[in-house]
């Protein structure tokens, strides 16, 4: 790599900075002071209270999942259960690499293990 390649974005990313912070000194959000004239003209503003505000949250209910179908269900009678067969149950698709132990399927032991662990 050429050096004046390897420069380009150490420049752009400065002159973004020194802009950046010009900018930032020359916008500062002050309007000019009011001349006589448009003192005398303006009310006063009225000094509201600030509004009762009451937030009430609870969390959401807990959603209602159907116990666990039988292995033999979600495995289509083999020995294992695919990812793509554990999206038939949405618990455990959900839980997928937890239940296959980070592998790519879950054996009729992990996936006892797994049931008793989600009850």
């Not at 390897?6 to 420049?11: I, K, T």
């Amino acid at each position: 790599m050429k050096a004046r390649n390897a420069l380009l974005p150490a420049l752009a990313a400065g002159a973004l900075i020194f802009a950046g912070a010009s900018f930032a000194q020359d916008s500062t959000g002050q309007t000019p002071p009011p001349s006589q004239d448009t003192m005398q003209q303006q009310p006063a503003p009225a000094q509201t209270p600030p509004p009762d505000v009451t937030v009430r949250s609870v969390p959401p209910a807990a959603p209602q999942v159907s116990p666990p179908p039988p292995f033999s269900q979600l495995s289509g009678g083999k020995k294992w259960i695919t990812e793509e067969q554990a999206e038939a149950y949405p618990p455990l698709a959900n839980d997928f690499l937890n239940a296959s132990h980070h592998g790519t399927r879950v054996s009729k032991a992990q996936y006892e293990a797994w049931t008793k662990q989600v009850q």
